[in-house]
């Protein structure tokens, strides 16, 4: 489903010039729905009901939205986390995808425990993500990226990244205006040029608490903590 | 160390009748220290510098605290998880160490996997948890308490307690005046009757988002978003 903006979720809304023209570029048409959002954390689905030029209505459908709504986030949420030794990913991925991640990228980072993946491996881990969607009742699958080094790795929206001292809170970035990613390091941590690239990014670093914890943990720790925001 | 609530955490905190009355029951001593929290979350370590018949001055001592925090929560978080099949508490107890958890609590409930653990089992849980203690550098290691009957647990301080349909969230309930039982259950979920029981005490239901969760997730997700509070 299409997701379009709206300058305020509400049972009828009227799309000017430039919203409309966005419909027609989707090839909208009358009696089809899309995914509202207001880009302050509202969302719903609308059903288009008038299409004209430089004039669109949408109504509020609450029916399809609770379908549609399934039980997937606001926006995406990509989880990054490092190449883990053994079996360890494939917990990580089965709670990762419980717990509402879109996407799982692996990453190779400089500290690594691992430096690749095998191709029989990555097909598993595809395969228990897709087990643990139908298991979790998710109208998604997480895909599951081979890695990249995260000294290249991309990102749209917010990252987040847990790091041992970090101040901030993974509450204080939920407003859902954009996709969120939220990484995770390898047990030796994030090299400080790792950090120092991300943060030069725009990366925000968050609080996982004073504790140490093992790498298969805390990106759960992040998950749980978005899950348990009632996302 | 004893703990003391104060008006308000300052440099300087100067106790009237009432306060220092409680600071002279507790036999303290000048040059002693004690946790200090003004009962909305905030806390420290203040030293006793001046005690006279109704009226006594703490000063903020930031080594003591930085020391006697450790990486503990403000008030110890029990942990209550209905008996789960095969070598699931393994994965629980260890992440719930790493995360904070001062105490285990097993707990028989109605759709129970499992009724019972063994010594052996049990013992090995108490292993686990001490190593991941020693592994998160934490100060203490969590109690594994040997399985009660949901209906007849007993809690101190706030319940919360994992449930499908809520809308409340953990992080409304994290001011940190008591101590604090977090609770999931097991695969099959909590029975009508426990859920019952469980409210008419005053445990408030929290959300884990819309998805279901297994029963060996759920604990982490619940410390997880505590952890994320930088707890």
């Known amino acids: 489903m299409h997701r379009v903006q709206v300058p305020e979720l509400a049972e009828r809304m009227v799309l000017g010039p430039q919203d409309t023209r966005h419909l ?3 090839r909208l048409r009358v009696g089809e729905c899309v995914q509202v959002f207001d880009g302050r954390g509202a ?10 030029p430089g004039r669109a209505v949408l109504e509020r459908d609450h029916q399809a939205q609770a379908s549609a709504r399934g039980a997937e986030t606001p926006q995406p949420v990509t989880l990054a986390v490092a190449l883990l030794k053994g079996d360890k990913l494939a917990d990580v991925v089965r709670a990762a995808t419980e717990l509402g ?3 799982i990228q692996l990453l190779v980072t400089a500290h690594a425990e691992a430096r690749e993946i095998g191709a029989q491996k990555l097909v598993r881990l595809r395969r228990i993500a897709s087990e643990a969607a139908r298991q979790s009742e998710r109208s998604v699958t ?3 990226v081979e890695p990249v080094r995260l000294m290249e790795c991309d990102w ?3 990252l987040l990244v847990a790091h041992p001292g ?3 809170r993974i509450t204080d970035f939920l407003s859902w205006e954009a996709p969120l990613t939220v990484l995770s390091g390898p047990e030796g941590g994030l090299s400080e ?3 120092a690239w991300l943060t030069e990014r725009g990366a925000q670093a968050v609080t996982l608490g004073p504790r140490i914890l093992r790498a298969e943990t805390a990106p759960l720790a992040l998950l749980g903590a978005i899950a348990a925001q009632g996302q």
């Open 193 to 195: 040029a790792e950090v």
């Open 166 to 168: 970090a101040q901030a």
């Open 101 to 103: 991640a879109a996407r």
């Open 156 to 158: 749209q929206g917010t």
């Open 24 to 26: 027609q570029v989707l």
């Open 43 to 52: 969302q719903g689905v609308g059903r288009l009901t008038e299409l004209e």
């Open 142 to 144: 997480p895909e599951v």
